[in-house]
């Protein structure tokens, strides 16, 4: 009787409000809904405008520059969108430093790449080693996907031999449908259209090969793509976790080797991907060119998200060939 009475007298309270209020019990003219944050507060937000919005998630700092840099210079010399997400600090790939110090490093370089790639470049503050796929992580990438409002979100293939690599993958498909769920992180308004979600390119066999539905030439950026990771020195030229002594150069002469030797093992790289998915790159260059590409990158569509037709294809890659 007693909670019959609170209620009751919340009711008359609530019926007092609405007609002080206006709004009618019928919701003919309900309430607007409360207005929405479209920042996610901190991280860089993309202009408003009809370019594509490309996001790509590595688990470290060079992940992202590594599989997608080429591609995101095409794509932004064509003025649309590129943010390179690192999904960890890389505060322990050296085999000497680790810790701040080596994260605000391996920032640094990955901001120097993105000067020459001419993407937006973030590295999120979680420790290298330790990404798990949980939901406040999936919460993080679901936010930054809408904030970019992406029209194609990349990231690696859930089965690799580094966990990070591995759970970026996982955290990108549970996000692949949540996207889009209103009522997920309501702070970010959520994404009317799917985007298209991509694989990175790898090399693992096992449950299934790498199946390159898209192969992008390379040829014209290669340079470029290594210029942005020869700024990465604590990986490429001192060799990262697994480096040593012997990998820092002693002179001007040990230093121009080491370089040229990054250039070639980048290029090699390169060309295998081509080699990989000659029969793409001819199916959408053509007979021709297609056998004459030397550099490439190239990318497996999710199958959950959005899937493309191969018009579409063309259009998220302008630079393919149009037909
Ligand atoms: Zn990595």
Same mark, same amino acid.
């Given at each position: 009787m007693k909670r019959w009475s609170w209620f009751s007298g919340g009711m008359v309270l609530g019926l007092l409000l609405a007609a002080a209020f206006g709004f009618s019990q019928s919701g003919q003219s309900d309430p607007p809904p409360p207005a929405r944050t479209?920042?996610?507060?901190?991280h860089p937000i993309r202009p408003a405008d009809d370019k594509l919005g490309v996001i790509v998630f590595g688990a470290h700092p060079d992940d992202c520059e590594i599989r997608a840099g080429g591609s995101a210079a095409l794509w932004s010399d064509l003025g649309h969108h590129v943010k390179l997400v690192s999904?960890?600090?890389?505060?322990?790939?050296?085999w000497q430093m680790a810790g701040g110090p080596l994260a605000l490093r391996r920032n640094d370089e990955v901001q120097a790449a993105a000067k020459i790639l001419e993407t937006t470049t973030e590295v999120l503050d979680i420790h290298d080693g330790e990404l798990e796929p949980t939901l406040e992580n999936r919460k993080i990438m679901t936010r930054l996907i809408r904030q970019w409002n992406a029209d194609i979100v990349i990231g690696h293939r859930p089965?690799?031999?580094?966990p990070d690599h591995r759970y970026t993958g996982v955290l990108m498909q549970d996000c692949a449908y949540m996207? #889009?769920? /209103?009522?997920?992180? %309501?702070?970010v308004p959520h994404m009317k259209k799917n985007p298209v979600f991509l694989y990175s390119f790898d090399n693992?066999?096992?449950p299934s090969p790498f199946r390159a539905d898209i192969v992008v030439a390379l040829d014209s950026v290669i340079e470029r793509k290594i210029d942005a990771l020869a700024t990465m020195e604590s990986q490429f030229i001192e060799g990262?976790?697994? #480096?040593? /002594?012997?990998?820092? %150069?002693?002179?001007d002469e040990e230093r121009k080797q080491a370089f040229e030797r990054l250039r070639e093992g980048f290029r090699r790289r390169a060309q295998q991907v081509a080699d990989y998915g000659r029969e793409k790159l001819i199916e959408l260059y053509g007979e021709e060119a297609g056998k004459q590409v030397r550099y490439a990158e190239a990318f497996e569509v999710c199958e959950y998200g959005r899937q493309p037709t191969a018009a579409e294809i063309r259009q998220l890659f302008p630079f393919l060939p149009q037909k």
């Open positions: 479209t920042t996610f507060a901190g999904m960890t600090n890389g505060d322990i790939g050296h089965n690799d031999y580094h996207v #889009g769920v /209103p009522f997920l992180c %309501p702070d693992f066999k096992l990262g976790a697994n #480096g040593g /002594p012997h990998r820092v %150069p002693r002179n």
